[in-house]
């Protein structure tokens, strides 16, 4: 009789983990904890809190594909347009 049979379901799923090869030595696939997404994939929390939420989860998309893809990305568009979603924007005092 065990006493705790939730012990044998961990490490039967730790013996079930996936390899990669790196180089030479085999390691563990990494795992990631589920997060709530939008209907286009994008993590929820990646478009909160921006003016536009559509425009800002089209930009995050268009730049995923393209560095899927191999294309070049226009570093300093992306975090421009990244900058200017944001709600608050802060100001500079008049001296």
Do not use: H, W
């Amino acid at each position: 009789m065990r006493i705790c049979p939730r012990k044998s379901v961990r490490s039967a799923r730790k013996r079930r983990q996936r390899y990669r090869l790196v180089g030479i030595v085999l390691m563990p696939k990494r795992k990631f904890a589920r997060v709530a997404k939008t209907k286009r994939g994008v993590p929820v929390k990646y478009v909160r809190g921006s003016r536009n939420p559509a425009a800002k989860e089209r930009e995050i998309l268009e730049t995923r594909r393209r560095y899927k893809l191999g294309l070049p990305i226009d570093v300093k568009k992306v975090s421009k347009s990244r900058a200017s979603q944001a709600k608050k924007k802060s100001r500079r005092k008049k001296v």
